[in-house]
């Protein structure tokens, strides 16, 4: 009897921690970069230039409606026509002053992570008509200590509150497939790294990350997208707050930038909002699926994996069907035609003023801007498928040359969870392996088979996770101690100096 009770209680865990660590990763190219921004700048033109993902019903006033009705979307699975926006990254060159459009690399990943909260296995999906923004366009400094304190102390004042949260959902991963070792987590620094520190240890790029908060108070989106939601304790998963019960699918924007093909050249890297610092990362998104089929989706697609390949709900598109997606061409403002979209003009486009410090405003610059001798649309579209301080001044020597865009899916590494307090858990470093300089990996990289674990432990799950056109795999670990609640250990797919954020 006993036997037959601890059983069952290790069953009830383990549904638990399937489904609190399942999701998928849905691939989406851009379908267009255009001063648009329907949740904050309704009805008229951004200050500042976007990347923009999804429905090509896209516009400077569209909502769900809008969007469901556009002809196609960018991302690879048809039934997924939301928007998914955040400001470009541009490279200033120091001789010229110039501004280019730095490379996406792959297009961007939108993470739909299925986290709940203790004790519970409900996963609500975003409503029809939902919109929310994460980060703060305006921020520009992180107040808080570098690195992180332990994720064991997230709940002790000052952590404990939105304001850290908020700049917490912010992450800066140097990538380098050269140097399997230097894998950072996701989430593991929260400003954008000086040049020098790009160039000597960011040799792949850089992964920009954005986790949204995922506690809805069950009232309509507010004017300002942002005080209907909330983040949990531990920002990506833990508990919501009372005020805000209702868990919804955790989104988490992955996009990598070749920053790398700027390795030999003087300058500075800022984002199309005048930031420099990485701290005014922000992103957008607005529902556009069916309500009832995301519902569905979040009920039964709770594989392991993360494929969107292993949920027999999704229609998945080719990549040439996602990669012909733009923003339909009269959604467009006509005075959007004079930006200078690529490059080649001293000023952003919009004019933003660059600010380094304190709190930025939303006005932009009053000075003249620069004109190129020759007109760049106003929207660019993929033509290919796709230490108390917050930086580092170590100085290298430039390495890189220019990088071509591929449709190399970004993929971070996720942390396998166990029932233990994450908090608590040790992370250790796994065996990866280097992809090569210019990969063209196939849409759906296989699972490599399951390895056999060492004979004085057991698992009861396997996990997969991507790095560029790797897998590596998770075997989770269990550890019964006593009658009472197991104590787990787990193998993290990466390197943390804290408490794994996913």
Same mark, same amino acid.
Request: net charge negative; glycine share 10%.
């Given at each position: 009897m006993r036997f037959s009770t601890l059983a069952l209680k290790a069953t009830t865990l383990l549904l638990f921690s399937v489904h609190a660590n399942a999701f998928w990763r849905m691939p989406c190219v851009v379908s267009g970069l255009a001063r648009l921004d329907p949740l904050k700048y309704y009805g008229t033109i951004s200050e500042h230039m976007h990347a923009i993902h999804g429905s090509s019903g896209f516009s400077d006033s569209a909502g769900t409606a809008e969007l469901l009705a556009g002809d196609c979307t960018s991302c690879q699975v048809a039934q997924d026509k939301s928007a998914y926006w955040t400001p470009a990254l541009y490279f200033q060159n120091s001789a010229t002053s110039e501004f280019s459009l730095v490379n996406q690399v792959g297009g961007m990943l939108a993470y739909y992570l299925l986290r709940t909260n203790a004790g519970s296995t409900n996963v609500t999906a975003f409503p029809h008509g939902f919109e929310m923004i994460a980060g703060d366009t305006n921020q520009r400094e992180f107040k808080y200590p570098v690195p992180d304190v332990d994720k064991s102390n997230w709940n002790v004042e000052p952590y404990n509150t939105q304001a850290f949260k908020r700049q917490a959902a912010l992450g800066f991963n140097c990538l380098d497939y050269s140097n399997p !070792?230097? +894998?950072e987590g996701s989430l593991y620094r929260h400003s954008l790294p000086d040049k020098a520190y790009l160039d000597a240890h960011c040799k792949s790029g850089v992964r920009f990350e954005l986790m949204f908060p995922s506690c809805w108070n069950g009232k309509p989106t507010p004017e300002d997208k942002k005080s209907h939601m909330a983040y949990p304790s531990l920002v990506g998963e833990g508990d919501c707050p009372p005020e805000f019960p209702i868990r919804l699918n955790t989104l988490f924007f992955e996009t990598i930038w070749d920053t790398s093909a700027f390795a030999d050249t003087a300058g500075q890297f800022v984002i199309a909002n005048g930031d420099p610092t990485g701290n005014g990362y922000h992103g957008d998104f607005i529902m556009g699926w069916d309500e009832a089929f995301l519902q569905e989706a979040t009920n039964q697609c709770t594989n392991l994996s993360g494929k969107i390949e292993d949920c027999p709900l999704f229609t998945i598109q080719p /990549?040439?069907?996602? +990669?012909?997606? $733009? /923003?339909?061409?009269? $959604? /467009? #403002?006509? #005075?959007?035609?004079?930006?200078?979209?690529? !490059? !080649?003009? +001293?000023t952003l486009p919009g004019n933003p003023a660059i600010v380094s410090t304190g709190y930025a405003s939303d006005a932009p610059a009053a000075s003249s801007s620069s004109s190129p001798s020759s007109p760049i649309s106003s929207v660019a579209v993929s033509s290919a498928p796709a230490t108390s301080t917050s930086t580092s001044t170590s100085s290298a020597q430039p390495s890189s040359s220019a990088a071509s865009v591929s449709h190399q899916a970004p993929g971070a590494l996720f942390a396998a969870k166990s029932s233990a307090d994450p908090a608590t858990e040790v992370s250790s470093p796994s065996t990866l392996t280097t992809p090569s300089s210019s990969p063209s990996p196939p849409a759906v990289t296989p699972a490599p088979a399951p390895q056999s674990p060492g004979s004085s432990q057991s698992y009861f799950s396997t996990e997969y996770a991507t790095k560029g056109q790797d897998v590596v795999e998770v075997l989770w670990v269990e550890d019964v101690v006593t009658v009472t609640a197991p104590s787990a250990r787990k193998r993290h797919l990466h390197k943390h100096r804290r408490g794994g954020v996913l």
């Open positions: !070792g230097a +894998t /990549i040439d069907t996602s +990669t012909s997606c $733009n /923003i339909t061409e009269s $959604n /467009i #403002p006509a #005075p959007l035609a004079k930006d200078v979209v690529s !490059g !080649g003009a +001293t």
